[in-house]
């Protein structure tokens, strides 16, 4: 093979991975987002109105992907101050796929989450669904919640709330590692 065809093959081979490789932004991004989120979450599981209130983005929406939309941090703190109470529902969640934008501004967080019923003789006692959540950073560096929305879930016994818990990944898997979710329109 002459040297110009070894060339050619080198470039088209490392054009390719380059390609494939996340710029330092977005995967330094996709890791604060990994952090944040499951913080996002211990706020709730910890009962904490104040915490949960500075995820927020004073624009942000919640229950984006149903048809009545909670358009605004006060209206989310007021629809989500039972649940963070959490005396008649107990919720947690986790990310399971954290991607972010090649700048490091923009990020979108996937996972499952778990609600309970606490009640003795609830049924279901559990829910286990999917949630899809877009953090924004601020011009403080600080990630926000924009975009926030879930399916309905499913009932679930105590062996799935099991699984649930042992899912919980608390450190960023590696940029590489990690799979995206395949969205079917």
């Not at 358009?71 to 007021?78: C, K």
């Not at 003795?120 to 899809?132: E, L, M, Q, T």
């Amino acid at each position: 093979m002459s040297r110009s065809t070894w060339l050619v093959l080198l470039l088209a081979a490392s054009s390719g991975t380059l390609a494939m490789t996340p710029a330092p932004a977005a995967s330094k991004a996709t890791c604060e987002v990994w952090q944040r989120e499951l913080a996002f979450a211990q706020s709730v599981q910890q009962h904490d109105a104040a915490a949960f209130a500075s995820y927020l983005a004073d624009d942000a929406v919640f229950d984006a992907n149903t048809g009545t939309p909670k358009h605004g941090a006060d209206t989310v703190r007021r629809h989500w101050a039972e649940i963070i109470a959490g005396k008649t529902v107990h919720l947690d969640w986790y990310p399971q796929h954290v991607v972010a934008t090649a700048d490091g501004a923009l990020a979108y967080s996937s996972g499952t989450y778990l609600y309970e019923d606490p009640a003795p003789n609830a049924k279901p006692r559990y829910v286990i669904g999917k949630f899809a959540t877009t953090w924004r950073r601020g011009s403080d560096g600080t990630w926000r919640v924009a975009f926030d929305g879930g399916d309905n879930g499913k009932p679930a016994g105590n062996a799935d709330a099991a699984t649930f818990r042992a899912g919980r990944q608390t450190q960023c898997p590696t940029v590489a590692s990690a799979a995206l979710p395949t969205i079917r329109h």
